[in-house]
């Protein structure tokens, strides 16, 4: 659903069973969320074939491919892939560029010395090629002796680059290369605003957040449902989400005392639940939504929970 101050979309599970990703893609179409974006988590799925395979049995949703890691593709052949993805369905695709998680880079060999810089002549290489307009790169990670893709290969529209990170150094190179920010969840209204404030964007520039999502008419069932999607919140790299909150130290210290992950989860008060996931009544649920959206955030992306991915998603449906 588009509405005055943004969209809601919904974020295809990384672990969804092969028989259902069709159909949850469609019933996502029917519902009326405006967006799904499709995930490449290594060792899980693809995200351009994903993206082709959904946009090909939909109707109207705009699908994501949220994220693709830079150093994992040639830009020449991600141009060339995102291009005819847009093509094929005009005005109905996104893709997000980002670092990849440093660990799983590393496990493949793909860790470069600076991501930023990576980043950056990555992003910028990619929106001139959806442009049209020759690239003639010769920079520390891309290289391209003016290619420009054909014009038989063109789309009437590009298709829009957001950055998916975290930090504010990446973040700045996203107000200045990308159309949009892509961040991960947990995304409060503080972590929201903070990021814009170094985004700082040159132009107009989407924000969009992915957020755990639960809804239930009972909240008490709605938070438990969503405990065991927190459970990563205590690893370094989720702490640019939780520095602005006034919690964060003792969130931190939970998580030492705690005997594990799911001990952690299990063990955080209600209160912090509630700002870490949009788990609540339908009325509660859209009211934080409503907050993000007055933080800046411009589309909201509901990730469904538990085993029946499809049941979470006819109940978020509720939202809209």
């Known amino acids: 659903m588009t509405r005055p101050d943004g969209t809601i979309g919904v974020l295809l599970p990384r672990d969804i069973p092969l028989t259902d990703v069709v159909p949850f893609a469609q019933e996502a179409d029917a519902h009326g969320f405006a967006e799904l974006w499709v995930v490449e988590d290594l060792g899980y799925r693809g995200g351009l074939a994903q993206a082709a395979t959904v946009l090909a049995r939909t109707r109207r949703i705009r699908v994501?491919?949220?994220l693709l890691p830079a150093a994992a593709r040639n830009v020449a052949f991600t141009a060339m892939e995102a291009a005819t993805l847009a093509q094929l369905h005009p005005g109905r695709v996104d893709i997000a560029v980002g670092h990849g998680m440093p660990g799983w880079m590393r496990s493949v060999?793909?860790?470069?010395?600076?991501?930023?810089?990576?980043?950056?002549?990555?992003?910028?290489?990619?929106?001139?090629?959806?442009a049209g307009e020759p690239a003639a790169v010769d920079g520390r990670y891309v290289r391209l002796d003016g290619l420009r893709l054909d014009r038989s290969a063109l789309p009437s529209r590009a298709p829009d680059v957001l950055a998916g990170v975290r930090g504010p150094k990446s973040?700045?190179?996203?107000?200045?290369?990308a159309d949009g920010t892509l961040l991960a969840e947990p995304v409060t209204p503080e972590y929201a605003r903070q990021a814009l404030g170094s985004i700082a964007?040159?132009?107009?520039?989407?924000?969009t957040a992915y957020n755990v999502a639960v809804v239930h008419d009972d909240p008490?069932?709605?938070?438990?449902?969503?405990?065991?999607?927190?459970?990563?919140l205590g690893d370094p790299d989720w702490a640019p989400h939780i520095a602005p909150?006034?919690?964060r130290d003792e969130l931190a210290a939970l998580r030492r005392a705690s005997g594990g992950a799911r001990e952690f989860a299990q063990a955080m008060p209600a209160q912090w639940v509630d700002r870490l996931a949009l788990a609540g009544t339908?009325?509660?649920?859209?009211?934080?939504?409503?907050?993000?959206?007055e933080a800046g955030v411009?589309?909201?992306?509901?990730?469904?929970?538990?085993?029946?991915?499809?049941?979470?998603?006819?109940?978020?449906?509720r939202v809209l």
């Open 109 to 130: 060999g793909a860790w470069p010395r600076s991501p930023l810089t990576l980043l950056r002549e990555y992003i910028q290489t990619l929106r001139t090629l959806l």
């Open 298 to 317: 411009t589309g909201v992306v509901l990730a469904p929970v538990g085993p029946d991915h499809r049941s979470a998603l006819a109940a978020l449906a």
């Open 245 to 247: 909150l006034g919690f």
């Open 282 to 293: 339908p009325d509660q649920v859209r009211a934080r939504i409503r907050h993000l959206f």
């Open 220 to 232: 008490h069932t709605a938070r438990t449902a969503a405990r065991p999607a927190l459970q990563a």
């Open 201 to 207: 964007p040159r132009r107009p520039h989407r924000l």
């Open 64 to 66: 994501g491919v949220g």
């Open 171 to 177: 973040l700045a190179v996203s107000g200045e290369v």
